[in-house]
T-cell receptor, first 114, second 115 residues
């Protein structure tokens, strides 16, 4: 029943490792997003995809690479993890690119880099 | 660049009372959308209410209503008859009607509800 799901919910890893976070939505939406929420709760867009095409790519290090194998999935791969990457990462989806559309968020993945 | 400012990092309200959360934004656009999202301790973000800038009438959703002042670039959220389940982080967000299609969030207000 979960509309937007993310795995894993918690991820603890060492500096320098590579990790992936998976996101799936079963709402039939065309548009998906990745957000980063830092320790002060500030939420910032990282990427958005529409019909598997990259629309927004904010100033994010190249170590972050989103991949959308189909409209229902948007995965986030992170290379060479750094301490500053520790945050909660949220996936979201919306019906399409219309800015009025409600965005449906996943439960978040808390990434801790040691 | 658009910015969204929430000047109250924390607020508290007595159960059944009314509370107003403030939000101001800066934009050169004339057509845009404004949102309030709620993030309870479970972390899942939920849309509370949204407003289209070209509509003068303030949006309402049950106990939640907004006071949208376009000239002042102000978009406050009023919660009436506060309930324990209203305790959460509340984020104000802005999105231009045209352009980058991205939500810009404020830094949030943590609302506590006192029984």
């Amino acid at each position: 029943d979960t509309a937007v799901s993310q795995t894993p919910k918690y991820l603890v890893t060492q500096m320098g490792n590579d990790k992936s976070i998976k996101c799936e939505q079963n709402l039939g939406h065309d548009t998906m997003y990745w957000y980063k929420q830092d320790s002060k709760k500030f939420l910032k867009i990282m990427f958005s995809y529409n019909n598997k095409e990259l629309i927004i790519n904010e100033t994010v290090p190249n170590r972050f690479s989103p991949k959308s194998p189909d409209k229902a999935h948007l995965n986030l791969h992170i290379n060479s993890l750094e301490l500053g990457d520790s945050a909660v990462y949220f996936c979201a989806s919306s019906r399409d690119l219309s800015p009025y559309n409600e965005q449906f968020f996943g439960p978040g993945t808390r990434l801790t880099v040691l | 660049a658009q910015t969204v400012t929430q000047s109250q990092p924390e607020m508290s309200v007595q159960e059944a009372e009314t509370v107003t959360l403030s939000c101001t934004y800066d934009t050169s656009e004339s057509d845009y959308y404004l949102f309030w999202y709620k993030q309870p301790p479970s972390r899942q973000m939920i849309l509370v209410i949204r407003q289209e800038a070209y509509k003068q009438q303030n949006a309402t959703e049950n106990r939640f209503s907004v006071n949208f002042q376009k000239a002042a670039k102000s978009f406050s959220l009023k919660i009436s008859d506060s309930q324990l389940g209203d305790a959460a982080m509340y984020f104000c967000a802005y999105c231009a009607r045209a352009g980058s299609y991205q939500l810009t969030f404020g830094k949030g207000t943590k609302l506590s509800v006192i029984p």
